[in-house]
């Protein structure tokens, strides 16, 4: 499946938007070919058909990305674009949790708060997430305190996720992250156990979770804390040459 994205190929070439994402996809485990979802700038068209074509079994390979590399990304270049070299190196594997029973609920650790109900305004926030600003717009969060700091924060994404259409019911997609001196502990699991299980007391939701495919700490929390792969996604991220 191929949807043009037409709005936000306007903004990148007229020069509004620096962030373009020419070419994304999504794909569910087991699809077949015609069942890959791709999002693509109108002038990438032939490029993404043919790209279905070659790689439609093995999209995520690396002579798949080479293949967008070269083509969507050799002509966004000349263009003035330069590509996230981070973002572009991987594929990212997508998980999903849909009810309360299969949250691993004993990887939560008694240091786990929802950010929500707990006073933190005084404690040091070594990860990035901006707490004031969670807590002023009530964005559900779970917090790990340790030592008299913030390490580690699991959070609904701000922006809603929903219209990815992968799923037939509303969903609650998280991000999280752990300073990197307290990685290791069990505490990235502990904060997504808890802020899916908290999601989940409303029936008829999914929260889901996604991260790149060689980030072996992520992966390993996601599924400790009982998420399952549905999937996989790639995005061709690239920004404009700003001199």
């Known amino acids: 499946m191929i949807n043009l994205d037409s709005e936000a190929e306007g903004l990148v070439l007229s020069g509004e938007w620096e962030l373009a994402i020419p070419f994304s996809m999504r794909a569910f485990n087991g699809c077949k070919p015609d069942e890959i979802k791709i999002d693509v ?64 609920r004993n990887v939560i650790l008694p240091s786990t708060v929802r950010l929500e109900l707990t006073d933190v ?51 609650f997609e998280i991000g999280v992250e752990t300073d990197e001196n307290y990685r290791g502990r069990g505490f990235a699991a502990s904060n997504i156990a808890a802020i899916a ?26 599924t400790s804390a009982g998420f399952s792969r549905y999937g996989m996604s790639y995005y061709y991220v690239m920004t404009r040459n700003l001199l």
């Not at 990305?65 to 572009?88: C, H, N, P, Q, W």
């Not at 901006?130 to 913030?150: H, N, P, Q, S, W």
């Not at 922006?159 to 799923?167: H, I, T, V, Y």
């Not at 409303?202 to 996601?222: L, Q």
């Open 41 to 104: 700038f109108p002038i990438y068209e032939g490029a993404a058909r043919e790209f279905l074509y070659r790689f439609g079994s093995v999209p995520f390979s690396g002579a798949a990305l080479e293949f967008i590399a070269r083509t969507v990304g050799g002509d966004m270049k000349s263009r003035g674009f330069t590509e996230d070299s981070e973002e572009t190196a991987t594929p990212n594997i997508l998980f999903a949790i849909k009810s309360q029973k299969n949250v691993k």
């Open 197 to 222: 299980y908290n999601a989940l007391s409303e029936r008829k939701s999914c929260v889901t979770y996604e991260t790149h495919a060689d980030n072996i700490p992520a992966v390993r929390a996601a």
């Open 121 to 171: 305004s005084g404690l040091c926030n070594l990860t990035s997430y901006d707490t004031a600003l969670y807590r002023e717009m009530g964005i559900d969060a779970f917090v790990t305190v340790t030592d008299g700091k913030i390490v580690s924060i699991a959070a609904k994404n701000p922006e809603d996720s929903s219209d990815f259409g992968d799923f037939d019911r509303p969903v």
